[in-house]
């Protein structure tokens, strides 16, 4: 096969700032979201020939689940804001070049992180940016720059991950590993499946029956109530958010989702603790108690997420008990493919991931963890508008234990209406499933030209 190598740099970057309000709030750990801020970046490259493309990129900069912090809202999304807008200069001023795949790695290696020391040493302590939200503000630009380069080359971004496009095989990106020579992202990435199960997300403030109802739930023609989300769109699999700290609450919460799902004939199960355990026996006494009292709900639960700190190296707890009764898959705490080979070193047997932490990122834990025998998952960061495509297409390609997360639909539905006019399948589920199949030919296949959307 002839090589079809371009190396590209960054020629210019626009960002844009998208305000959305939800219809519910959406609970992570003890934080609660009302509203969320997306950055939209649009990227132009220009390859040696002197060839320019254009690519775009999006994320929502979740400050609940990035920085969960008691310090004011509105002031930590400000600060993300600004170290976003931050990146976007640094970025066009560190005048990289390559693949999208060397670009987005050396900015990481390197670059990122200098960036956020220099802004962490004028922010107060109480302000200073975690590494996991300054990957999430880094994202929508490594995003766009994937989806420059298959517009250039006129393919889907996805056929541009071969060792004909990439300068360097896997071995240089993880420390010279002799199990990576001459391997590429490709030899990692599945045959895509266009139609995937969804997952549905119970959130811990959402109502499960009437008697749950406060009165002040939204009257806009969608679903509050779980069953009716469940009859609507087919559901077939629900992630259920936890406390992780009420033990009494997270096993009753189990107990009356899995009885809904007996009721509705629900498959799957899964167990998000969000990262406020910090004993695996909480766990497993809650996962114990219901294999015992409850066989059918344990038997749903397909796999347990992140019941652990964000921080694993801080926070190196053998987890291996957890794992030996359900798959235990890290989250939060997979920032890149190192903290993974920790985890699996610590017993957890999963990885779930998120363009969030960018597509570079996503890709070499991807390769890292299947290499090593772990089981990989796509989870949300309720992704609306463009972000949902390269979202769904890192699940169409990593061959997931089941199907792919996707709830912006359930807290922000409106908010992708031009995106939906396009791609209809993409942002409403139907039949439990999402469908990719409107998706164009080259880049993230966005069919950018064809949504009907303002920008501010």
Known sequence: MTSIRHTISIEQIELFLIPIQMRMPLKFGDQVLNSVTCARVKVTVVDEAGRSAVGYGETPLSVGWVWPSSVDYE????????????????????SLSGHPMEIGFDYLTSGLGQLRSRFNEMQAPEFAVPHLASLVCFSPFDIAVHDAYGNLLERPTYQCYDADCLNRDL????????????????????EPKWKLPVWHL??????????????????????????DWIQRDGLDCLKVKLRGND???????????????????????TAD????????????????????????????????????????????????S????????MDESAHDWQLVRLGKQLGWSGVALKTCKTQTGALLSLCWAKANGMTLMVQDLTNPMLAQIPHFLLAAHAGTIMGIE?????????????????????YRREGGVLDGTTLGTTGFGYRIDEINRELP
């Open 75 to 94: 002031m930590r999304e400000q600060t993300l804001i600004e170290f976003t807008q931050r990146v976007a200069d640094d970025l066009l001023a560190c």
């Open 171 to 190: 071995a240089d990106f993880f420390e010279g590993d002799a199990n990576f020579l001459g391997r590429s992202p490709a030899d990692y990435l599945d």
């Open 202 to 227: 119970v959130g811990g403030l959402d109502p499960l029956e009437t008697g749950d109802l406060t009165g002040d739930e939204p009257d806009d023609g969608y679903p509050v109530l779980l069953r």
């Open 247 to 269: 033990d009494d609450w997270d096993f009753n919460r189990l107990r009356a989702i899995g009885d809904i799902c007996c009721q509705e004939n629900v498959t799957w199960l």
């Open 273 to 320: 603790f969000n990262c406020t355990v910090t004993n695996p026996d909480y766990v497993n006494q809650i996962l114990d108690r219901l294999r015992d009292e409850h066989a059918v709900t344990y038997q749903k639960i397909l796999y347990v997420e992140q019941p652990f700190p964000h921080d694993l190296e801080a926070n190196q707890i053998d987890v291996s």
């Open 322 to 329: 957890v794992s030996a009764r359900k798959p235990l898959f």
């Open 406 to 426: 996707s709830n912006a639909m359930q807290f922000y539905p409106e908010a992708s209406a031009p995106e939906r006019e396009v791609h209809q399948g993409l």
